[in-house]
């Protein structure tokens, strides 16, 4: 037990991979490759291009090069068709976990996992005020930001001392967004989701969706945030798009 709490762990994250019906036998050699790097791959959000469970399907094939577990959230793309439940079963088995307001420990760390959702930064983050379909919208912000502090409490309670990694579809921070146009940034997150991640210390958040935006960035308190959007890898200079990280 030790041993395997003192091991470091290599963990591989991309986000945004938007897998295409025309996609098969475009992504082995990429998991392939991770499988040689890492311990375990995170994939933040954007799994299918269109929200289709037959790009799920195409993405599960390629999963089979990958020898490695893989813990992943969805993203709105993954919502389009409102087929999210059927992507989540078509990907969801003993290798890949798809965290919704869950957790999972591997190799002595515990990922929590939320999409999250939009409403701004800082101090001009929206405010739950005026019509109905205004405060759903800030709403829909604030359960994400609750499920992903549930999520992390349960790794505490059940393991007190291991480190926990989150993993989001949308930012936690302005920083990380910086690179995209300013008007759209109330849509790519919400420091709403930093609140938990400050509270519960977590070693590292991984996350995606602003595809133009900034690979790294600080939360108060220090914790680290990584926009691990395959555009953004790829204009950071990664050859192939997974950032690693050893905890
Ligand atoms: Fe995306
Ligand atoms: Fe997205």
């Known amino acids: 037990m030790m041993d395997a709490e003192n091991k470091k762990v290599r963990v591989a994250a991309v986000a945004d991979i938007h897998v295409t019906d025309t996609d098969k036998n475009k992504w082995a ?7 040689r790097k890492a311990d375990v791959l995170l994939i933040c959000g954007d799994l299918t291009n269109t929200g289709d469970e037959s790009e799920a399907q195409v993405l599960c094939d390629e999963l089979k090069s990958c020898t490695i577990p893989v813990v992943a959230v969805l993203g709105n793309h993954d919502y389009e068709k409102g087929r999210q439940k059927l992507i989540r079963q078509t990907l969801q088995n003993e290798q890949v976990h798809i965290l919704d307001g869950e957790a999972v420990v591997i190799e002595g760390v515990g990922f929590a996992g939320v999409k999250g959702f939009g409403g701004g930064f800082d101090n001009y983050m929206l405010s739950m005020f005026g019509e109905d379909a ?22 505490d309670q059940q393991h007190e001392h291991l480190k926990k990694i989150a993993i989001l579809h949308y930012a936690p921070m302005l920083e990380t967004v910086i ?23 977590v070693a590292a958040v991984f996350h995606g969706h602003a595809h133009m935006g900034t690979l790294e960035g600080t939360l108060t308190g220090g914790v680290k945030v990584f926009n691990v959007a395959k555009p953004v890898l790829l204009k950071a200079g990664y050859e192939v798009p997974f950032y690693i990280m050893e905890i």
């Open 134 to 155: 205004m405060k759903a919208f800030v709403q829909e912000a604030v359960d994400e930001a609750l499920h992903l502090d549930r999520a992390l409490a349960r790794i």
């Open 179 to 201: 690179g995209e146009p300013e008007p759209i940034f109330p849509f790519l997150g919400s420091s709403r989701l930093a609140e938990p991640l400050i509270r519960r210390q």
């Open 29 to 35: 050699e990429y998991f392939k490759e991770v499988s």
